[in-house]
């Protein structure tokens, strides 16, 4: 960056121009230009504002803008795409620390899938077993010929109480 620097501010002083000028011309701020002839890219929290103002203040001075790009983005690569060594040391001895199961909706079995089929296999069993009851109380030949209304009243309880089991499931 500070090689664009020193180009841009090189220009604009051997054309005469003052930073004002260039400012107004441009419609930027003064400040934004002398932070960009000083090097200081860290005032500048938008890689994208700076490089545009770059470009513009390049185009403005007459440089060759495609160069001034290719040096911009090697800077901004070069700024922005290494990690230092300590940083990468400390995450991987994090990622050692931390239990290394992945806890994604997408590969996590849940656990409450499987007591909902369980679940679901007792009430099933017991709606065989309450069945088998039901038919024995009340439907079973035993060579009894009365059938008492109790019976009926008892059987209409039960299937009651079934349809209300079967809407909760």
Do not use: C, H
Not at 58 to 83: P, Q
Not at 85 to 102: G, P, Q, R, S, V
Not at 111 to 139: C, D, H, P, Q
Request: hydrophobic content about 40%; overall charge negative; glycine content about 2%.
């Amino acid at each position: 960056m500070k090689d664009i620097a020193d180009k841009l501010k090189t220009t604009r002083e051997k054309t005469g121009i003052s930073i004002e000028e260039a400012a107004e011309d441009l419609n930027y701020k003064v400040s934004q230009l002398e932070d960009i002839e000083n090097g200081n890219y860290k005032s500048f929290k938008d890689k994208f504002l700076l490089k545009t103002i770059v470009t513009d203040y390049a185009k403005y001075l007459g440089l060759e803008v495609e160069s001034i790009i290719d040096e911009f983005n090697d800077f901004v690569f070069e700024s922005t795409s290494k990690i230092p060594l300590d940083e990468i040391e400390k995450a991987n001895k994090l990622k050692k620390d931390t239990d290394d199961k992945i806890a994604s909706p997408y590969t996590a079995v849940e656990e409450n899938k499987k007591i909902s089929k369980i679940i679901i296999i007792l009430l099933i069993a017991l709606l065989i077993v309450i069945g088998l009851f039901i038919y024995n109380t009340f439907f079973a030949p035993d060579g009894n010929s009365s059938f008492n209304i109790s019976y009926v009243s008892r059987w209409l309880i039960w299937k009651n109480k079934l349809i209300k089991i079967y809407q909760i499931i």
